[in-house]
């Protein structure tokens, strides 16, 4: 039976100014709504009276810790009577994780508004969280980099980090392995709380921005597969175009330099086409080599407890001091290298088990299943905007995209350009018109499509 997947999302909040007497606070949700919300009497919002709990330790972060679900006594979430204890001690076991990473001497103020014990939030979302962004910012990481990094809260209106989990879902709340139904809370949690530290993007399908003048961190280490910057400037913009963020120029990659020598070479970012509210540009793909947390999607009996130490170099990128320790103890020297523990046969970051091309650099992923690789395919999208060749399903591998007699499944074999009239697939010696070889380029197609979907012949 297949492993069920879950979608994980990222809820973004983000300050914007509004005049000298109040501040709008323009809150985000995985699937895009935005609300507006006045740090004068931010409702919901408003940074929580206690109790708190905090999780701290000498010369490290204090993560004050509320949960409104203990605060009303409502009985659920975090206050539920046979679970809420064991949920609250896998929150508290995240914050002393974090300390054993990141070098600061800050706090950091964390509110979990009410659970939901129903499973809601949206189609597969388990959990949320994010922090709180200044307009006119530049590149920054939100309010939770800001308390840890200087110490100074930036408002005491609200908290840095804003969270909320779905109970519904079969959770694990243990310290062992769940089975094969049940998600873990704890890894679930790290994850989320990582979005809140500045893990995520603000752009949206355009490249635009919902905060003004803001852009995250991660976004200005964010390039195309090409070597296209992504983003830059000041004040921050999209130097690129819609296509890029959806994987058209060879996919994404995150270039920091701390997380590159660690991984091996610059790690691949999620980006989907269509695009996913919430999930693309924000993550890691699954199957990234090294077993991350910020992968986009979450197994049932999944356990990623910890950051893949090149994960911990994307920290250091974006801002953070983080603690050196020796190789092998769980933790990472952020100058060092490192190897990604599975085959990469074609190094283009993705293990050769979920590689749909484990040979080919230039690509990964088959969405269609066609034996068509999604960037070769997208290139022929992106060729001629007037045309009705709109997504990559209108694209077959028998057609033939730019009539030079080599079908689209023969340029793709041969690694030829698909728009060029001037560049056929063809080798010098064979005569690709008595359709021997053409029957080959095809029977190679085929058995890659076998291989990724997991049919048996």
């Known amino acids: 039976m297949s492993i069920a997947r879950i979608m994980l999302t990222v809820l973004m909040f983000s300050l914007v100014a509004a005049g000298a007497s109040a501040e709008t606070v323009v809150f985000r949700d995985s699937t895009g709504q935005t609300e507006l919300v006045d740090t004068q009497n931010p409702g919901a919002h408003a940074m929580p009276v206690g109790p708190w709990e905090m999780h701290a330790k000498a010369g490290g972060i204090a993560f004050n810790v509320s949960y409104a679900d203990v605060t009303s006594h409502n009985g659920i979430g975090f206050d539920d009577a046979t679970n809420g204890a064991a949920r609250r001690a896998r929150v508290g076991e995240i914050f002393d994780y974090l300390n054993t990473v990141l070098n600061h001497t800050g706090v950091c103020d964390v509110a979990f508004e009410v659970s939901d014990n129903a499973g809601g939030g949206g189609p597969g979302v388990l959990a949320s969280a994010g922090s709180y962004y200044w307009q006119d910012a530049g590149f920054t990481n939100g309010f939770a980099f800001d308390h840890i990094s200087t110490g100074t809260d930036p408002t005491g209106s609200v908290a840095d980090i804003h969270a909320v989990v779905h109970f519904g879902w079969p959770w694990y709340q243990g310290t062992g392995t769940p089975s094969g139904s049940e998600i873990d809370l704890k890894s679930v949690l790290l994850h989320e709380i990582s979005h809140g530290l500045g893990l995520l993007s603000l752009t949206n399908s355009n490249g635009s921005s919902d905060v003004s003048g803001t852009y995250a961190k991660w976004d200005d280490l964010l390039e195309t597969g090409n070597s296209k910057k992504l983003f830059g400037n000041a004040p921050p913009a999209f130097l690129g175009v819609a296509s890029d963020l959806l994987g058209g120029d060879g996919g994404v990659r995150f270039t920091g330099a701390s997380a590159v020598a660690i991984f091996g070479s610059k790690p691949p970012i999620f980006s989907p086409n269509p695009w996913q509210s919430g999930s693309s540009i924000a993550h890691w793909p699954t199957g990234t080599a090294g077993n991350p947390v910020m992968e986009w999607a979450f197994n049932n009996g999944e356990v990623v407890r910890a950051y893949a ?29 490192g190897e990604p523990p599975a085959p990469d046969s074609d190094g283009d970051g993705y293990n050769d088990s979920v590689d749909a091309f484990p040979h080919n650099p230039n690509e990964w992923a088959d969405a269609d299943a066609d034996g068509l690789g999604d960037n070769f395919e997208q290139a022929i999208v992106d060729a001629d905007p007037g045309d009705t060749i709109d997504i990559i399903l209108d694209v077959l591998p028998g057609d033939d995209f730019d009539g030079d007699g080599s079908p689209n499944a023969q340029e793709f074999v ?21 359709g021997r070889l053409l029957a080959l380029a095809l029977t190679l197609v085929a058995a890659v499509r076998l291989r990724f979907s997991g049919q048996s012949r």
């Not at 041969?414 to 690709?432: H, Y």
């Open 309 to 337: 130490p090149f994960e911990i170099g994307a920290l250091n990128d974006i801002g953070y001091t983080v603690v050196a320790a020796p190789e092998g103890e769980g933790e990472v020297v952020v100058e060092g290298e």
């Open 414 to 434: 041969f690694g030829t350009d698909p728009t060029d009239p001037n560049d056929p697939g063809q080798l010098p010696l064979f005569n690709w018109t008595s």
